[in-house]
């Protein structure tokens, strides 16, 4: 299994970027999918997560301004970014709960950081 992140990008302040990622693989099911992001000397930290039913969790740092969103039948996760601050200058990740193929159990996949950098 595999998670392949882009969209990152440089962005002034009031900007907006997308995130996608996509899962491949050999995947029965997943279940949770959601960025996180880490900023230098910083530790990681949730951004947004989504349930394969719909059910969001945001920080309280982007609410309002950050919707996350997934396409269940591409195994895609989205995060659209609004607002954007100097503060949410990081690397994003994305993360997804994965039942493999083979496997009764899931097991939790990283994709590569995408970089967000947003100028004041």
């Known amino acids: 299994v595999q998670l392949q992140a882009s969209g990152g990008g440089l962005v002034q302040a009031g900007g907006s970027l997308r995130l996608s990622c996509a899962a491949s693989?050999?995947?029965?099911?997943?279940?949770?999918m959601g960025w996180y992001r880490q900023a230098p000397g910083n530790e990681r930290e949730l951004v947004a997560v989504?349930?394969?039913?719909?059910?969001?969790n945001y920080a309280d740092s982007v609410k309002g301004r950050f919707t996350i969103s997934r396409d269940n039948t591409k195994n895609r996760v989205y995060l659209q970014m609004n607002t954007l601050k100097p503060e949410d200058t990081a690397a994003y990740y994305c993360?997804?709960?994965?039942?493999?193929?083979?496997?009764?159990?899931?097991?939790?996949?990283w994709g590569q950081g995408t970089l967000v950098t947003v100028s004041s």
């Open positions: 993360k997804a709960d994965v039942v493999p193929m083979g496997w009764s159990s899931e097991k939790t996949y």
């Open positions: 989504t349930t394969r039913g719909g059910s969001t």
């Open positions: 693989g050999s995947i029965v099911i997943i279940n949770e």
